[in-house]
């Protein structure tokens, strides 16, 4: 997966990725991770709060958050591998 690809040549670097699923089952979200051998926390929004407090809309969103809390952007949709170097690069810790 090209997000746990960029996530293994930055963590040590200070930056973290968390995602977040959307009203599945712990099961379902386990087997996803499993499958796609996620190395990153997954949170599991069972009640849709994260989604309707960000206003998510559509799936994926990604929001890029810089080290003081800030929203930087928000992207909706799938990413190229290149972009997501590109935007870790924008919010990296100095």
Do not use: C, H
Not at 9 to 19: N, P, S, T, W
Not at 20 to 47: A, C, H, M, W
Not at 53 to 61: D, E, K, R, S, W
Not at 69 to 90: D, F, L, N
């Amino acid at each position: 997966m090209k997000l746990t690809k960029q996530y293994q040549e930055v963590k040590d670097q200070g930056l973290q990725i968390l995602a977040v699923n959307i009203g599945e089952s712990d099961f379902v979200v386990q087997k996803y991770i499993d499958r796609k051998g996620l190395t990153f926390p997954v949170l599991i929004d069972d009640n849709k709060s994260v989604m309707e407090t960000y206003y998510i809309n559509p799936l994926p969103t990604t929001i890029l958050i810089n080290p003081e809390g800030k929203i930087e952007k928000i992207i909706t949709g799938e990413m190229s591998e290149e972009s997501i170097k590109r935007y870790m690069k924008q919010i990296m810790p100095i």
